[in-house]
């Protein structure tokens, strides 16, 4: 594994334990720069690695998500067509027994 992929697992799990965690203190238990850290934590967002929290819906009687587990051979074709479907709100490639998992209304 490329020590960048390493210290990108590194700051997701710093971050996943305390998602407040200032950089210097990731950047102390990882022993990365400050600056590197943070270089990191940006790319990470940047190429959707790591996502923010966001806002939702409550679920109504009048209003409802579902979320679809699924699993494909070709996962990235997937992905790619779902983009295209308007009742789509949300898809995502996974690891473990689905590679695809997608919220629709």
């Avoid at 990235?76 to 695809?100: E, I, K, Q, R």
Wanted: glycine content about 2%; hydrophobic content about 35%.
């Amino acid at each position: 594994m490329k020590q960048k992929t390493l210290h990108f697992h590194r700051i997701y799990e710093h971050l996943r334990s305390s998602p407040k965690i200032p950089i210097y203190e990731i950047a102390s238990s990882t022993s990365i720069s400050r600056n590197t850290a943070s270089k990191y934590l940006q790319e990470m967002i940047e190429d959707h690695i790591l996502q923010g929290p966001q806002l939702r819906l409550l679920p109504s009687p009048t209003y409802r998500e579902y979320v679809s587990l699924m699993n494909f051979k070709d996962p990235s074709h997937v992905f790619t067509c779902l983009s295209g479907f308007p009742h789509v709100l949300y898809h995502a490639m996974t690891f473990g027994d689905w590679n695809t998992m997608v919220i629709t209304d």
